[in-house]
């Protein structure tokens, strides 16, 4: 619903104080990762990046500092020739992620963009997430069932049970209650 994808059925939603009603998906200040990343196998990485841009018709100048820059937040600088099928799932992921930034929106929309790494490669990139999310300083909403990803990544979580939001807490509160929670259907960061 926030990236425009569905309607809401009730209720209404704003991003920075602008009311989202009636405005389409591809008019709206978000961005989204997916859980597959959907990286384009036959573009390399600066390609990839730039491909939201070629709407906005910038000059080839200003489309190449902008790509350099994203991909300079998500640590490939120097990656850009590479092909798709040359990259490790956490530099795919991180070029879902530079390829969603490179649009500059007020919202990022992740959903579960960590659920096809490996334990090791999920808390290293849980501390990027969240270094990336300071640096940038746009907002971050998470999508995960995973209770402990939510709270090493979150400064608000939203527990969800049946499509309608049960709880909503600030991380310091939440960790203290971990112990004590249900695991959540799905939680929002």
Same mark, same amino acid.
Do not use: C, W
């Given at each position: 619903?926030?990236?425009?994808?569905?309607?809401?059925?009730?209720?209404?939603i704003a991003v920075d104080g602008q009311p989202m009603d009636g405005i389409p998906a591809n008019? $709206?200040?978000?961005?989204? @990762?997916?859980?597959?990343?959907?990286?384009?196998?036959?573009?390399?990485?600066?390609?990839?990046?730039?491909?939201?841009?070629? !709407? =906005?018709?910038?000059?080839?100048?200003?489309?190449?500092?902008? @790509?350099?820059?994203?991909?300079?937040?998500?640590? =490939?600088?120097?990656?850009?020739?590479?092909?798709?099928?040359?990259?490790?799932?956490?530099?795919?992921? !991180?070029?879902?992620?530079?390829?969603?930034? @490179?649009?500059?929106?007020?919202?990022?929309?992740?959903?579960?963009?960590?659920?096809? =790494?490996?334990?090791?490669?999920?808390?290293?990139?849980?501390?990027?997430?969240?270094?990336?999310?300071?640096?940038?300083?746009?907002?971050?909403? =998470?999508?995960t069932h995973d209770q402990y990803e939510a709270l090493a990544m979150s400064d608000r979580i939203? @527990?969800?049970?049946?499509?309608?939001?049960?709880?909503?807490?600030?991380?310091?509160?939440?960790?203290?209650? $971990?112990?004590?929670?249900?695991?959540?259907?799905?939680?929002?960061?």
């Amino acid at each position: 619903m926030i990236a425009g994808f569905d309607t809401p059925t009730s209720g209404s939603i704003a991003v920075d104080g602008q009311p989202m009603d009636g405005i389409p998906a591809n008019r $709206r200040p978000t961005n989204m @990762v997916f859980q597959s990343y959907a990286i384009f196998p036959h573009l390399n990485v600066e390609q990839n990046v730039a491909y939201g841009l070629k !709407r =906005l018709k910038l000059d080839v100048g200003e489309e190449k500092r902008r @790509v350099e820059e994203a991909l300079a937040q998500v640590s =490939l600088t120097g990656l850009g020739k590479r092909r798709a099928t040359e990259l490790s799932g956490g530099q795919r992921q !991180r070029v879902a992620l530079a390829r969603a930034l @490179v649009m500059r929106p007020k919202v990022l929309l992740l959903d579960e963009p960590l659920s096809a =790494l490996d334990k090791k490669l999920r808390e290293q990139m849980q501390v990027e997430l969240r270094r990336l999310q300071q640096a940038v300083g746009i907002t971050f909403v =998470l999508v995960t069932h995973d209770q402990y990803e939510a709270l090493a990544m979150s400064d608000r979580i939203a @527990v969800m049970f049946g499509g309608r939001i049960a709880q909503v807490a600030s991380r310091r509160k939440s960790t203290s209650a $971990r112990s004590t929670a249900r695991s959540p259907t799905s939680s929002a960061a």
